[in-house]
Every structure is written in C-alpha cells, then in structure tokens.
C-alpha cells in the first residue's frame, strides 16, 4: 500500500474518476422525490446494489472478504486505487490485505505537523469509497447517501453475483 501524495497523479486519477465512471457527485439519496442524476454514467457491465439493511456482522465480513474476490480477478503485477472523495487515495494490492491500514502523514503544513490519512472502508459509511483496479477496467464504488454500491466490470460483476446476497446486499440494477 501506497499512499498518493502527488498532487498531478492524484488529479489524473480523478479526472478519469470524472470522465471514465461519469462521476456525479450530490447528496441525493435512493427514492430522492428530485430529478437528480444517477451518480454514475458506467459505460461497462455493471450492478447496483442496496446496502442500507446489512448488519454489524455483515459488514465485518464484507470488509474482510472483498479483498479476497479483488484479488481472485485482478491480473498478476497489476494494482488498485482505494479512494476516498476529497480525502485520501492509495495504490494497493488486495494480495496483501495486512499492508491496508490508516497511517501518519508528516507534512508541517497541518496543525501538529500532519495527518491521518485513512485507508476507505467498503462500507460507505459517510463519504464516497472506491476502489477501481488501475486501467479501470473493474470497480466498487460506494455511495454513501444513497446507500448503494455500484460493481462494474464483467469478472467483478459476476464474482459478486455469486456472494452479494451474504452480505445483506439488495440488487437494484
């Protein structure tokens, strides 16, 4: 695990965010009486899942099971981004699960001379989570007012068919 502390890779990385997932960002939620835009325009093969049921348990196993199902698709020597919208982004092999941890930043520019930087949970539990496989061909996005996941790519999408109803998850696309 890396944390991406360039600025100018940091802003490629969501330029395509932007432009490849269609990304539109708002506070909408699922059932908004509001004309809103979907927050995702995926071009790729993809599903849409409810996750505003799971419980405590569920969660836990999601946290330490969708590393396990990057991993089963992700080709060898490639790698991931885990994003988290307008905060922390890191590059990181789902391989090494244990490496997935928050850690402190040195930078004099921040009260106390630095930060945390979080490592995004798969749960979105407040802020926009992703974790999109490096050339993006596979993603989780996590949407936190609407209580969704959206899962694109053909392997990624057909591996959590297999496992989505574990979890507590409703699929609504």
Known sequence: MKLINDSMEEKLIWDNVYSELGFHPSCAYRGHSMNVKLPFELKENHAVYAVDEMTDTQIDDMQNHMNFVFASILPEGKYMYALDWQHSAFI???KKPDKQTSLWVENKNFHG?????????????????????QDFSFGF???????????????????TEEIYDRFGWKRLA
């Open 92 to 94: 990181f092999d789902p």
């Open 113 to 133: 001379g630095g930060y945390y930087a979080y490592f995004p949970s798969f749960y979105p539990d407040g802020d926009y989570y992703f974790f999109i496989e």
């Open 141 to 159: 996005l996590g949407h936190p007012w609407r209580q969704e996941v959206w899962i694109f790519g053909d392997a990624l999408v057909k591996k």
